[in-house]
């Protein structure tokens, strides 16, 4: 695809809101939150900010400046400095990567969009009782259903393109979402015992500080901010030359860990006050949002009303990231297989169907098949996010070292004079020095933690 013929966003504003929504995620919403609940509250959350000013921060920066500079998806980027096998690697693993997390994320998206259903038809009560979540997801038909009408939603957007689709709905949703966060942590913090939580999140303890509180932050940290997935470097490609990338990569950042905060503050406090803090609620995990939070939502007063309003905002924070994922896998299509654009959202929508039913099925009809002792979705989540995209962000890294040099990324940025480069120096020494060490421990925490060596 020529690059003057590319898609673009209109304006800095289309980019910011559009990449903000691609890091605003369940990975904000869900994860964060229990993962901080888990590491130490206050102290997890100020290693978190830490790290993503500092390593976040250059990472974002090395995959727009590939996008801007070759106008083109994560293969055609990687191999416009050189065809060599590493390149063709690098390109393909970031490539890959959202097209195997977009069909098990879109089935976590059916969940909230059920959920959604029985909120707004009044099954509140259903929703808290400990059979309902197993029940439903323990039904093929069910699951299926609601992967369906994600899958749909997101496919929708893809089709109307980058600047009537992305950016639109990026546009009218990120504002939305920042005021439903608002509402429902300002609500969660005046219940009654809920000061407790406010203070275990943002206060650090430095006693609660240990090694896994850095890993963990680090891997939310990835997960978070949609590094090493071909998001960036897709949405890089799109951003026109006089936009000030470094503005609009701190800007990205800080409404993403805003976001990410403001989950803390809704469900945290509400933990305390439903709980007192009991460590076994607080720690629950994965399961926090769809089993303990109705359980919290029906013991509060207007219950019905925020659990609507709080799965609203999780479908909204769903539905942006798998835009964001899809769209990756559909420019690739377009650049690789030089199709078009409704074409290409064809072929993606038929690869999501095939693999989310898989992972549909993976709780029920397959339930017994298991993957190195893990279940389906399981594995393909610990296979992207803790192996995959380790091991993709390695790859960039050497390319911005070995192959672009950091000089061609610092005259990306500072394109036209549009920016000072205000961080230069952080940017150097973090990708020099600093990046593929944490990549590196990242990538063998997480798999010691498969084996059961460690205790993520």
Request: with cysteine.
């Amino acid at each position: 695809m020529d690059h003057k013929n590319r898609s673009t966003f209109s304006n800095k504003m289309g980019y910011i809101l559009s990449a903000a929504g691609a890091s605003v995620g369940l990975g904000n919403i869900w994860r964060f939150p229990y993962l901080a609940a888990r590491y130490g509250g206050g102290i997890f959350l100020l290693v978190y900010v830490v790290l993503a000013l500092t390593f976040g921060y250059t990472m974002i920066i090395s995959e727009t400046a590939l996008g801007r500079m070759t106008g083109k998806s994560p293969v055609g980027a990687f191999e416009r400095f050189g065809k060599t096998a590493g390149n063709r690697f690098g390109g393909w693993i970031n490539a890959i990567i959202p097209m195997l997390i977009v069909p098990y994320y879109s089935v976590i998206g059916g969940w909230v969009c059920k959920y959604l259903f029985e909120y707004l038809i009044g099954n509140e009560a259903a929703l808290a009782e400990d059979a309902f979540f197993g029940a439903f997801i323990g039904s093929a038909g069910q699951q299926v259903l609601w992967f369906c009408v994600f899958a749909f939603l997101t496919l929708i957007v893809i089709f109307r393109g980058v600047e009537n689709g992305i950016e639109r709905v990026s546009r009218f949703v990120m504002p939305v979402l920042v005021v439903l966060a608002v509402i429902i942590a300002v609500y969660s913090m005046s219940r009654p015992g809920a000061l407790a939580g406010v203070k275990y999140f943002l206060v650090p303890d430095f006693a609660n500080f240990s090694w896994m509180t850095v890993v963990a932050a680090l891997g939310q940290m990835f997960y978070s901010l949609s590094i090493a997935m071909g998001i960036l470097v897709t949405f890089g490609s799109y951003m026109k030359k006089d936009v000030d990338m470094e503005a609009s990569t701190i800007q990205v950042e800080i409404f993403d860990t805003m976001i990410a905060i403001f989950s803390g503050l809704m469900i945290i406090p509400a933990v305390f006050a439903f709980s007192g803090g009991a460590p076994d609620v607080l720690q629950s995990g994965p399961s926090l949002m769809f089993v303990t939070m109705p359980k919290i939502f029906l013991s509060m007063g207007f219950g019905r009303v925020i659990g609507i309003l709080f799965f609203v905002l999780v479908l909204f924070a769903a539905v942006t990231s798998a835009i964001a994922l899809t769209e990756s896998c559909v420019s690739t299509f377009e650049d690789e297989l030089h199709i078009n654009r409704q074409k290409g959202t064809i072929i993606m929508g038929l690869e999501m169907l095939a693999l989310g039913i898989l992972n549909c099925l993976g709780f029920n009809v397959l339930g017994s098949v298991t993957i190195a002792g893990m279940g389906i979705l399981d594995f393909f989540d610990f296979t992207t996010n803790s192996v995959m995209m380790p091991v993709s962000a390695i790859t960039i890294c050497l390319l911005v070292l070995r192959r672009i040099t950091v000089a061609k990324i610092e005259e990306e940025v500072t394109f036209g004079g549009s920016s000072q480069f205000k961080l230069r120096g952080v940017y150097r020494f973090v990708v020099k020095y600093v990046a593929i060490a944490f990549l590196l421990v990242i990538l063998i925490s997480s798999i010691l933690n498969v084996l059961g060596v460690i205790h993520i």
